[in-house]
């Protein structure tokens, strides 16, 4: 298995632009999870996903920010209209419900100029 | 609310010594807490874990050790080496399922 992939690895933008970030889990993976991570805040669980259904996106920061998982092999994260201080590294990584290890994808480096 | 410390935010040790992070947590019906190590520019990446029907878990240089009663975690590696140099973050899975982290160690080994 290829791991989880995330795309684009890295993204360079303008304020006020949209950005998405991709990513597909393991192949039997039915839950999704996005993380986003900074120097001054650490890992934040942002949204997730169990059998493509979100579960809890509390930690989603604000409404310019939307995460949609149309089908088990794909999800998207959404920012809209960007700022900078949304740049950091957005890291997704998937699971087996049922089961605990969680595996992380190389994440999407964004930097909003 | 559901949340992790972790302490220290930064740790330098010598090589050869030996390194402990400790972490507490807040929900409890956690039940699973694993410890993620991150090289820089790297994704986190799994290295041990512990269920909470086990006090002590060991695997070569590293062991976990859990203290239910009092919700708190700990990390210990022994005989340093330089290549253990990294960020190592503690979590724990709520009853909700959600894995939350802690903020993270910076340990650095001094050759």
């Known amino acids: 298995d290829a791991g989880v992939i995330q795309s684009p690895r890295h993204e360079v933008t303008e304020m006020g632009q949209e950005v998405t970030l991709r990513c597909k889990p393991i192949?039997?993976?039915?839950?999704l999870f996005w993380y986003r991570q900074t120097m001054m805040r650490g890992l934040e669980l942002l949204i997730y996903?169990?059998?493509?259904?979100?579960?809890?996106d509390s930690g989603m920061p604000e409404d310019r920010f939307s995460a949609k998982m149309p089908n088990a092999s794909f999800s998207t994260l959404k920012i809209q209209p960007s700022e900078p201080r949304d740049s950091a590294v957005y890291f997704c990584?998937?699971?087996?419900?049922?089961?605990?290890?969680?595996?992380f994808g190389a994440g999407s480096r964004l930097t909003v100029l | 609310g559901e949340n992790v410390e972790q302490h220290p935010s930064t740790l330098s040790v010598q090589e050869g010594d030996s390194a402990v992070i400790k972490c507490t947590y807040s929900?409890?019906?956690?039940?699973?807490f694993p410890w993620y190590k991150q090289e820089l520019g790297k994704r986190p990446q799994l290295i041990i874990d512990?269920?909470?029907?086990?006090g002590e878990k060991k695997d070569q240089r590293i062991a976990v050790t859990l203290n239910k009663t009092a919700k708190h975690f700990s990390l210990h590696i022994t005989e340093t080496q330089p290549e253990d140099s990294a960020v190592y973050f503690c979590?724990?899975?709520?009853?909700?399922?959600?894995?939350?982290f802690g903020q993270g160690t910076r340990l650095t080994i001094n050759p």
């Open positions: 929900d409890s019906a956690s039940n699973y």
């Open positions: 990584a998937s699971k087996l419900s049922g089961a605990n290890v969680l595996t």
């Open positions: 979590a724990a899975i709520t009853r909700a399922q959600k894995l939350v």
């Open positions: 192949s039997g993976h039915n839950s």
């Open positions: 512990i269920r909470s029907n086990v």
């Open positions: 996903f169990n059998n493509n259904v979100p579960i809890d």
